[in-house]
């Protein structure tokens, strides 16, 4: 029973010995990397490149569904992707809009603040 899976599973046209199954499992990473930044203040996040994460996941998760044979598990780690991307740009938004208004509100504090920075 374990061989007929496992035979099954390294030649299936997504198998374990094709960049259909490597390909995600590498990309893992950029996702993992992703949720890291969670802990890292807004400031130091790059809004261009999350922007980027975002766009590049959204657009390959609706890629590997159209395509044949379709790529479940690419998609499945596109959409995590374009998720993480999401928050960590909804994050910088925030904190810049946050930061508008305080120095609009409170010129002297936000002077003080960018100083200390």
Excluded at 2 to 9: D, K
Excluded at 52 to 74: D, E, F, Q, V
Excluded at 96 to 105: A, G, I, N, S, V
Aim: net charge positive.
């Amino acid at each position: 029973m374990a061989a007929a899976t496992f035979s099954r599973l390294w030649n299936s046209e997504v198998g374990l010995k094709t960049v259909h199954f490597w390909a995600p499992v590498m990309k893992w990473g950029l996702v993992i990397a992703g949720i890291s930044d969670f802990y890292r203040p807004p400031e130091k996040l790059s809004l261009t490149q999350n922007i980027a994460l975002t766009a590049t996941g959204s657009i390959w998760t609706r890629w590997c569904l159209i395509i044949k044979p379709k790529n479940y598990l690419l998609a499945a780690v596109n959409f995590f992707l374009a998720g993480v991307g999401t928050v960590q740009v909804s994050r910088i938004l925030m904190y810049e809009r946050e930061q508008k208004r305080l120095k609009q509100e409170h010129p002297v504090l936000a002077e003080l603040q960018s100083k200390a920075a």
